[in-house]
């Protein structure tokens, strides 16, 4: 679906005519990401985030391909694989830093990509389908994520493991067998790195085809926009080519730019020093905690220290950390104000950058070891996280005054918009 | 649905999180955890200078080469160097002939064995070979040096911190003045360890390897003074983990100068489309 002013495909080129006959592939990708997409006029840098987030996973595909054929999953030689490709294999360094900071950088964008949903109701009618495929793509990606920082199999990556698979046996009567099955064993052994290997090399391909699902979602009401009003006319929308490629192009420039910096320059920054260490079952590291974009999830699961209504303080944190992300699911049913961006909800922006702050501190709290402050401090920032979820969101949607919409995106853009005079009597400006 | 059942979700989460503060602050009002002697007395590593530091820093190969020798002749009777090969010494301006001739000379011989026979036995390494295993039959297990400098917070900085850190731990007071036996009697180092505040724990099982100046005789004229060669072999050990280093850096300046360029003609491009627009 589409406006009826975009622009039809019309091939000039014989060899294209000919392919589009049998074929409508090139109409197909003029349709979506070429000048047949007509997109609102006035998107801002926010809505660079999820091309760049295709980018990163194209990236991550194509170095983790690479990757796959030199390194071995195998216990005894997956941690000289690695630094065999480190050493031996031309150019292997570059590759192995791509990947691993090509994994942080795919996160940065896609949490941004995430909270620009928060702040612009993205997940709100007609456009609920394309936020719950979007969750499942973070799902996956969390996985993926998981299990390609146990390849290595560094001190990190075992331990890593052994506490993730270890949450499943917090779930009554079947967790341990649950767990034992998950690993292949009683402990992350050969089994558990085969398995996760192969899962790490499948995952990205889903994720792909869920990505597919998730543009083809957003192509049926079209992209949203800062000021949350709906397309109205022609003057409202541009195609997306050239508009949004060029812009596009400008955002994975400056993104490259910081990807690259990362990569050549501070390659380690955000890995932690243990995972240089080979996997030893018998020697605990003192700090066992996951890369840095798992740390709010983790404070999450350490803020819960006592046992509650006879629920153990493990499942608790378990059920919580897990409910953390499953809650967004609920979103688009949670947030009833019909307005949908920030720009015009006075105090439900408010909320949301204390939301911003909160993760940030829910972050730094779970990188810090699990001892006093960060403890008291994670459990204020978890309640706050699930109360603004469950219980300001819905509260702030009904009580708010929100501030005058623009009659149309033309009118933000452009200050005045002649078709919002309807009658010579009424104001044009709302 | 979701309207009911939100909220009651969300607050019981938010009771059990209450509740776990509540204990937690109780516990910390009632039994206070007093700090520990690591916390008390540990210290993060020396800020010293490396030629390799920073975007622009490269190695120093007559400094590696001296890092080397350290190496070759304190480190290397306990401490394997297994990811490193004899081949790999080329880059620290060594010619083939004396990478043959290191990898000859060298202690530990390569292990072979002959399936035709059954026989075990040994050869002398050849540039192809990695460094070959050690064994230590003391206490204790001597870490691979390989990765040791990335996989230690402070890098280069803490293997120098930690090889001129050894103190007499009697008397021993922290920048505060606290003194550590005073504050607590029990972190007494225990025999057949050695104190070191630079140390996760205080107390490690190796002795002090880099005991007196002149220790290793450099062959370019440098004082081997004890920090010079911890300077030095933490230099080396950082080349060891990170090869590379130099490639990388070199590598990535070209890269950031074209991704510069094209993405200041990509803003203009961008400009440019949109100029009609805003």
């Given amino acids: 679906m589409s406006f009826p002013w975009a622009n039809e495909y019309k091939p000039t080129n014989p060899l294209m005519q000919w392919v589009d006959e049998r074929l409508p592939l090139p109409r197909f990708v003029y349709n979506a990401v070429g000048a047949g997409y007509p997109v609102p006029r006035n998107l801002n840098y926010m809505w660079n985030f999820g091309v760049l987030a295709g980018f990163a996973l194209v990236l991550q595909i194509v170095t983790g391909v690479v990757l796959a054929m030199h390194y071995a999953a195998n216990d005894k030689v997956a941690f000289d694989s690695v630094e065999h490709i480190m050493r031996d294999v031309n150019w292997g360094w570059m590759l192995r830093y791509a990947h691993a900071n090509g994994a942080s950088m795919f996160f940065i964008v896609v949490y941004t990509h995430i909270f620009r949903g928060f702040f612009y109701s993205s997940y709100k009618a007609p456009r609920e389908m394309i936020w719950l495929l979007g969750v499942v793509i973070f799902l996956l990606m969390m996985a993926t994520a998981f299990m390609g920082y146990v390849l290595p199999w560094g001190q990190m990556s075992f331990w890593g493991a052994k506490v993730i698979t270890g949450l499943f046996s917090a779930i009554p009567l079947v967790g341990t067998p649950l767990q034992e099955w998950l690993l292949g064993g009683f402990a992350p052994d050969n089994a558990a790195l085969n398995r996760f290997f192969s899962l790490h090399f499948l995952l990205p391909f889903v994720i792909l085809g869920v990505i597919i699902l998730h543009v083809w979602a957003l192509h049926i009401p079209g992209s949203s926009n800062p000021t949350g009003v709906e397309v109205k006319q022609e003057s409202d929308t541009v195609p997306f080519h050239p508009y949004y490629t060029a812009k596009d192009g400008f955002g994975l420039g400056i993104f490259l730019l910081v990807y690259c910096a990362l990569v050549f320059f501070a390659p380690n920054l955000l890995g932690h020093p243990d995972n240089y260490i080979p996997a030893n079952p018998l020697s605990t590291p003192a700090h066992i905690v996951p890369e840095w974009y798992f740390w709010p999830f983790y404070a999450i699961l350490r803020a819960f220290t006592s046992d509650f209504l006879f629920i153990p303080a493990k499942l608790m944190g378990v059920l919580a950390m897990f409910s953390a992300i499953l809650v967004w699911f609920f979103l688009p049913w949670l947030d009833t104000s019909p307005v949908r961006s920030g720009h015009y909800r006075p105090l439900f922006r408010k909320f949301f950058y204390l939301l911003v702050v909160d993760v940030l501190v829910l972050g730094y709290c779970g990188g810090a070891p699990a001892e006093e402050p960060y403890v008291m401090i994670s459990q204020i920032a978890s309640m706050y996280y699930f109360l603004h979820f469950l219980v300001i969101l819905p509260v702030v949607s009904s009580i708010e005054t929100p501030a005058p919409l623009p009659f149309s995106i033309t009118e933000a853009v452009l200050g005045k918009d002649e078709h919002a005079t309807l009658a010579p009597a009424t104001p044009a400006v709302a | ?278």
């Fill in chain 2, 1 to 278: 649905m979701v309207r009911l059942f939100g909220p009651l979700v969300g607050l019981f989460f938010a009771v059990a999180l209450l509740w776990s503060f509540g204990n937690g602050a109780y516990n910390a009002a009632t039994q206070p955890t007093p700090p520990s002697a690591e916390k008390l007395f540990h210290m993060h590593p020396k800020e010293v200078k490396f030629s390799f530091d920073g975007p622009f820093g490269t190695f120093d190969k007559a400094q590696l080469q001296r890092g080397f020798k350290v190496y070759q002749e304190v480190c290397s009777n306990c401490h394997s160097l297994k990811q490193v090969a004899f081949r790999d010494l080329t880059a620290l301006g060594y010619n083939e002939a004396e990478v043959k001739a290191i990898a000859k000379n060298w202690g530990n011989k390569a292990q072979t064995f002959d399936p035709k026979t059954g026989d075990r036995g040994d050869r002398p390494n050849l540039p192809s070979d990695h460094f070959p295993p050690v064994y230590y039959a003391g206490q204790g297990v001597p870490p691979d040096l390989s990765l040791i400098a990335k996989s230690r917070h402070g890098g280069a900085q803490y293997i120098h911190s930690l090889l001129t850190g050894y103190v007499d731990q009697a008397g021993y007071k922290n920048e505060e003045g606290v003194e550590l036996l005073k504050k607590f009697p029990d972190a007494k180092t225990p025999d057949g360890l050695y104190f070191n505040p630079y140390f996760a724990n205080l107390n490690l099982a190796m002795p002090a390897p880099l005991v007196s100046d002149g220790q290793v005789a450099y062959n370019d004229g440098t004082q081997s003074t004890v920090d010079q060669m911890a300077m030095d072999v933490s230099a080396f050990l950082t080349w060891t983990a990170e090869p590379k280093l130099d490639k990388r850096k070199q590598t990535g300046w070209p890269v950031l100068g074209f991704l510069l360029a094209a993405t200041v003609l990509a803003f203009l491009a961008k400009r440019n489309v949109w100029a009609d627009k805003h």
